[in-house]
């Protein structure tokens, strides 16, 4: 029985021990589909809260941007787009025209809509948005057909999408890209009116040989003003957008008339246009700029080939205007060459074309110069010359950098860019004005004409080779050139403050930029030009301009003003900057001295010879640079002659006389001679004593007339014996006042009344 009852229960744990097993693999199964339902509902349930998020986000992203404020600012699109800039010069009647037109890659003119012909506005909305002035910035119809396509083709583009893609540059074709496109058309249509976007639209298209806009093509393919542009044009220049090069009407002419066509047919369905103008435009005979029979009528100072060929008067013109857009307005040099080529800037321009002309004749031929068939080759290249030409008030008249034809654009200006030693042209400047000014000499005051000992060697020579002779009068000096008796004012202490003083009114009075404060400072520098680097023709001219408009020094300007492209003016030479160099009295006697230097030995039978004339002559050593500063009462000139890479050029007489002489009576041929320089009133003609360079005494041997400041008047000589004729050294035998009065006075009889008027007039 135990035994039975020990092996009878052994089924029943058996039993009891496999049911449980198989009941947890079925809630494991159980558990598992419920675990994937979970994390497939969980995951449904994140993306559909991710897609409201972004939706949610897309849409209030949508909303604000369409609703807000414009995404793009037409019209800081106008003032900021690339635009070609104008030069204009001014007529004889005064009047502003253009001279010349400066911009890079981009060829742009904005013009406001109502200057663009309604032919060409309806011709762009035929061919490229036919449903312009009813969509709210996107054609839905034509979107609808892009989107079941996927190819997102440009055609669906409203002119209002085009505008932003010219605008923003972006071209990359997708969806993001086009999304927000969309969203900038709504917005900008919300924000502006339709004929706001269309001339927008019409400045900023690109149609073809660089031109931006619909003026530059109308002037590029016919040589017209955009509003004398016909309908059968208008359309020409709609046909060029949907791809600048394939359509172009000058490079291929049969792609460009099919498109025409279609505009029409598209003007004519869209009944923009009747069927009379429909035939009229469609036969009308094109005249390209390619054409033979092409005539332009746009009014330009340059054609187009022209146009490449940019003077040295323009040259200066960008150049100063970069250089004062940088220290006036804080621009660098790149940013301030950017707005001169790509900002629409309007410059007028100071130039006067009939002088500038003038210049450029003489200068491209060497028409005056000694030989102007000299071989100029990169071996051998020929003698160089610069020249400026200025009036009395900075104006720069003309300006020519180069002997021969200029050969590129903004090339070494050597009238504005390139010093030279001045030679004898400085003394003027620096010892004769500030010694007469400091009241150190006179016309008349007799000095040295004896070199001097430095350290045990003579110096300077004068032009003949002597290094001493008679004393002689300032008036002499001058107008021979001597060298020995400006460095005897100098050295000797006459002038006050010496080479200091010296150097003070070549940097602070006249404004010579290029002067070395450290090695200029010695006496051949400031006695007879020797500088270290010298100075331009610019400058010597801006510097001589003062003894002819009563001491003053004007800043040299070229343009009036500038105004960018919304027409307000960023720069002004209007009233021009001055101040006083030297006094008005000073001013006088140093033109009347400069007025004793003769002209004859460089030619007969010129027309300015007719005029006044103040000028002083410059060698350097070895006669490397030749020098002549001249002014009439009309215009003060500078001119620089020698070879970039200094030589002696073996000249007798200097050929910068003659370039003077052709130039100025070319200029001169219709002006009045009778014109003469400004007095200030406050100086006086009166003789002096050739023995001792005071106003002649009653028995003085008279040296000749000089011009004095009535405020530094001479003392009247006293020493001189009566009728004494000896050698003075400036005077051979010269009759004494004291006889001329005498015999006056005999003939009268009245000796008072007549010693009363000699003693009041001399």
Known sequence: MMQNSMFDPQPQPVHTQTAPVKHKKKKKKKKKKHVVLSVFLSFCLIVFLTGCIVGGYVLTNAFLVIGGSPVISLEDEKSNQNQTSFIYAYNENNEPYEYMRLHGEINRIWVDYDEIPQDLVDAFIALEDKRFYSHKGVDW???????????????????????????????????????????????????????????????????????????????????????????????????????????????NPEKNRARQVECLNKMLEQEFISKAEYDAAKAYDLILSNDPRFVSS??????????????????????????????????????????????????YSAVDTRIQNILEDVYSTRSAFPNPNETDTEDHPAVQ?????????????????????????????????????????????SVYSPAIEKNAITWSSIIKNQALSINGKLWPKNVDGSMSGSSRTVQYALEVSLNTVPARIVYDGILPGGINTCLDYMTNHYHLKHVDMTNDASLPPVCVGAMTYGATTLEMCAAYASFGNGGKYYKPYCYYEVKDSSGEVILSNREPEWEQAISEDTADVMCE????????????????????????????????????????????????YGYDLAKNMHTTVNPCGRIFLDIFSKIHK?????????????????????????????????????????????????????????????????????????????????????????SRTE
Not at 402 to 418: F, H, I, P, T, W
Not at 701 to 721: A, F, N, Q
Not at 723 to 750: F, L, M, W, Y
């Open 385 to 429: 010359s610069s020249m400026t030409i200025m009036d009395y008030s900075g104006r720069v008249v003309a300006i020519v950098g180069q002997a021969g034809e200029k050969d590129g654009v903004r090339c070494l200006n050597r009238a504005a860019d390139s010093p030279r030693q001045p030679g004898s042209s400085i003394k003027p400047l």
């Open 670 to 758: 219709d002006l009045d001679a009778s014109k003469s320089f400004p007095k200030s009133g406050k100086t006086i003609k009166k003789s002096y004593c050739a023995n001792t360079g005071l106003l002649a005494g009653r028995n003085c041997p008279v040296g000749g007339y000089g011009w004095y400041k009535t405020s530094d008047l001479p003392k009247t000589c006293s020493s001189c014996s009566w009728r004494s004729t000896e050698s003075s050294g400036n005077s051979s035998g010269s009759s004494t006042i004291g006889d001329v009065i005498e015999a006056v006075q005999e003939a009268a009889g009245n000796t008072g009344l007549f010693s009363n008027f000699f």
């Open 298 to 347: 746009v009014e330009r100072e340059n054609d187009e080939e022209e146009e490449q060929y940019q003077n040295f008067y323009v040259d200066f013109i960008i150049d100063q205007v970069i250089s004062d857009l940088v220290s006036q307005h804080g621009y660098t040099r790149s940013e301030a060459t950017k707005m001169i080529y790509y900002g629409g800037l309007q410059i």
């Open 141 to 251: 119809y034509r979107l609808g057909g892009v989107i079941s396509s996927l190819t997102f083709d440009e055609g669906a583009s409203t002119i209002t999408q085009q505008l932003i893609k010219n605008v923003t540059d972006h071209r990359e074709v997708t969806i993001v890209r086009k999304y927000n496109e969309i969203l900038s058309a709504l917005n900008l249509e919300k924000n502006y009116d339709k004929k706001d976007i269309l001339e927008a639209y019409l400045n900023v298209v690109y149609l073809g040989s660089g031109c931006y806009g619909v003026k530059t093509a109308a002037e590029t393919y016919f040589g017209k003003e955009l509003s004398d542009l016909n309908l059968a044009e208008c359309t020409v220049l709609a046909s060029i957008t949907k791809a600048p090069y394939s359509f172009n009407p000058l490079y």
């Open 593 to 640: 001295l400069l007025q004793t230097v003769p002209i004859s030995s460089y030619g007969s039978g010129y027309t300015v010879q007719n005029f006044p004339v103040m000028c002083k002559t410059g060698t350097t050593d070895e006669d490397m640079n030749r020098w002549f500063c001249a002014g009439t009462p009309y215009y003060v000139c500078s001119i620089w």
